[in-house]
């Protein structure tokens, strides 16, 4: 991330949002309980200068699955504070946890288009083959803290406006949060461009994420993205097209609730880094699903 930027979590750090959204914590589930999802979309296709690739299926402890394969959350333990799980990938396991600071985690998958201002790094053409990572690592939304959050995001959607930031200029930014059912569901969008002349970087796309999860026990759906961007990175050729769906079986997403740039909302921005500079502080980072 650019300085100016980082700097700007810092002047947001004591405004927008207070810090009790990380004092929640209303799990309900048990220990014991295993829910299976499944990989129904998982593919991206990639171009980094000279280099370029496609890649489907699941990337995830340096092996490729295909798309339709199955995996298991097992709670370990539950606390009134947290959830620890166990994630097993035909074999392939890793021990994680949620709680009521992954809003801060949200918050990256949010505004996934600003790891990508810096390219992919040194390429790797098998990496790239086997598909995507897990994009979204949380299975378990603590329901009062993630209906606060999303709430406010929807509320903000339809009465904010906000200047454009540094290196960014948003055309839309919206949202939308349903939780009418016993399943809560977000949309997003973020269309924007990213121009940073001194690096000869300039991005432009758009972002579309759909979040389910149960408003009682917390539990994920499933999860549904599609991002779109292109431009230059440092003067080289860049684009990314990515689609990934995970679902819980027996769990079907509907389509995007929006499917066409439009005004959108931008005053959550800011407060949006907040939470997650704020998340830092307050906790350990938890290991990547890779």
């Keep these: 991330m650019k300085k100016s930027i980082k700097g700007s979590l810092l002047f947001f750090v004591l405004i927008v949002f207070s810090c009790s959204i990380f004092a929640y914590a209303n799990f309900g589930v048990t220990v014991g309980e295993i829910f299976t999802y499944e990989v129904v979309t998982s593919q991206w296709s990639l171009v980094q200068d000279l280099d370029s690739g496609q890649g489907s299926g699941l990337k995830y402890g340096g092996n490729p699955f295909p798309i339709g394969t199955q995996f298991t959350i097992e709670v370990l333990a539950a606390s009134s504070?947290?959830?620890?799980?166990?994630?097993?990938?035909?074999?392939?396991?890793?021990?994680?946890?949620?709680?009521?600071?992954?809003?801060?985690?949200?918050?990256?998958?949010?505004?996934?288009?600003?790891?990508?201002?810096?390219?992919?790094?040194?390429?790797?053409?098998?990496?790239?083959?086997?598909?995507?990572?897990?994009?979204?690592?949380?299975?378990?939304?603590?329901?009062?803290?993630?209906?606060?959050?999303?709430?406010?995001?929807?509320?903000?959607?339809?009465?904010?406006?906000f200047d454009p930031s540094t290196y960014w200029v948003y055309n839309n930014v919206d949202a939308n949060f349903d939780s009418s059912g016993t399943i809560a569901i977000f949309d997003w969008v973020h269309n924007a461009q990213y121009n940073d002349s001194g690096c000869n970087t300039y991005l432009s796309g758009t972002y579309y994420a759909t979040i389910a999860f149960d408003k009682t026990t917390g539990v994920l759906k499933g999860y549904n993205l599609d991002l779109d961007y292109f431009g230059d990175v440092a003067g080289d050729t860049f684009q990314i097209d990515m689609q990934q769906n995970i679902e819980q079986v027996g769990y079907n997403i509907d389509g995007f609730y929006f499917t066409a740039p439009g005004f959108g909302w931008l005053t959550v921005f800011p407060a949006l880094l907040v939470v997650s500079y704020f998340g830092f502080l307050l906790r350990k980072r938890k290991k990547l699903l890779r």
């Design 81 to 161: 504070s947290s959830i620890n799980w166990e994630i097993d990938i035909d074999g392939n396991t890793a021990i994680n946890n949620n709680d009521a600071g992954d809003v801060a985690d949200m918050t990256e998958f949010l505004y996934l288009p600003f790891a990508f201002t810096s390219g992919f790094g040194t390429w790797d053409q098998g990496e790239v083959e086997m598909g995507p990572a897990i994009m979204m690592g949380i299975f378990f939304l603590e329901p009062t803290a993630f209906i606060d959050f999303f709430q406010a995001l929807h509320d903000q959607a339809s009465t904010s406006s």
